[in-house]
């Protein structure tokens, strides 16, 4: 049994993590959060300590990990706010604890290279939680492109809209140098899974980027993508909004579309299982997605008459 202390307890990804946990027969000890409006934590682990400012959470960890008479932390999980997790991961390794974080991992990519400097420097390691690499039906694709001509250029058209509230452009979330805007706050996963299956990226195009969309263009080495995200529910298909459903995504490969909602949500017990195991995803494979999006909020608008654009785009 592993030891655990979370960080970001009051968080909506935070149950994941608190289920991952139990599901995986291990032990939350100490938990943080700014907020108070934790009681989630008694469905999974009621005598967990909890504090709400990290310098009494940082104290704790520090005498935990040095009292042979107390549990002592073997992994931090991180589900605080993106712009946070660099310093709690280094909060992790200078604690002698291995890392969990949730995406995006860093905001920039050469956050990577200093994090990689910190793990030869402490002997832990941190692993990023990239679950829908885990998911069946993306391992499915994987192999099959894997298997077929290396030559070959595969047309993707990519669409992730996901209703978001008011609340959402007055929380961290809407602060483009908090959250790194929206290609990165909801954008990675999917970003991840088309370089971790189609290759390298070698072009990178931005047709739109405003708060509640973005859109843009991917020139990968074996497929070319257009792409669209967006918080606003205006953006659903008509199907989606009669079924009362808040959230599509479709994923169109050569016309073919491929259907990986459900299942989506629980991947994090076998992203957990593959961590405790000696496997997971560390920082070089959180790399290339952080590389994408961190060019996205950089990018100067591109002429979208010049590339493929997504159909959601043609009507604007």
């Known amino acids: 049994m592993y030891n655990f202390a979370l960080i970001g307890l009051a968080g909506y990804i935070a149950p994941r993590h608190l289920k991952a946990i139990k599901e995986t027969d291990n032990q939350l000890i100490v938990a943080l959060d700014k907020t108070d409006s934790v009681g989630i934590v008694d469905r999974f682990f009621p005598k967990a300590d909890f504090f709400t400012e990290p310098e009494r959470f940082e104290r704790y960890i520090y005498k935990l990990q040095h009292s042979s008479a107390l549990p002592t932390i073997d992994y931090m999980s991180i589900c605080s706010p993106n712009y946070l997790h660099d310093a709690h991961i280094r909060m992790a390794l200078r604690n ?63 669409t992730y809209i996901t209703g978001r509230g008011n609340w959402y452009k007055y929380s961290w979330k809407g602060d483009d140098a908090k959250s790194g805007g929206l290609s990165t706050n909801i954008g990675i996963h999917l970003f991840d ?15 739109f980027r405003q708060p509640s969309f973005a859109s843009g ?11 669209f995200l967006s918080i606003d529910e205006r953006f659903l298909p008509q ?36 961590i405790l195991s000696g496997n997971g ?23 979208r008459a010049t590339y493929p654009i997504h159909p959601l785009v043609e009507k604007m």
């Open 96 to 158: 002698n604890a291995f890392a969990i974080c949730e995406k995006p991992l860093v905001l920039n990519p050469w956050n990577i290279d200093a994090l990689q400097d910190l793990e030869q420097e402490t002997g832990k390691k941190i692993f990023n939680i990239l679950q829908l690499r885990l998911h069946p039906t993306i391992q499915e694709l994987k192999k099959k492109i894997d298997s077929q001509n290396t030559d070959k250029q595969y047309d993707i058209e990519l």
């Open 193 to 207: 899974i088309l370089q971790y299956i189609f290759g390298a990226v070698e072009e990178n195009v931005t047709f």
């Open 217 to 227: 263009f991917f020139k990968l080495k074996n497929a070319s993508v257009k792409w």
């Open 239 to 274: 199907e989606s909004r009669q079924n009362g459903q808040t959230t599509f995504r479709s994923l169109s490969i050569d016309g073919q579309k491929l259907d990986f909602t459900l299942g989506f949500e629980d991947l994090h017990t076998e992203s957990y299982k593959q």
């Open 281 to 303: 995803f560390g920082l070089q494979e959180a790399k290339a997605g952080i590389e994408i999006v961190q060019q996205i909020r950089n990018a100067t608008l591109s002429n």
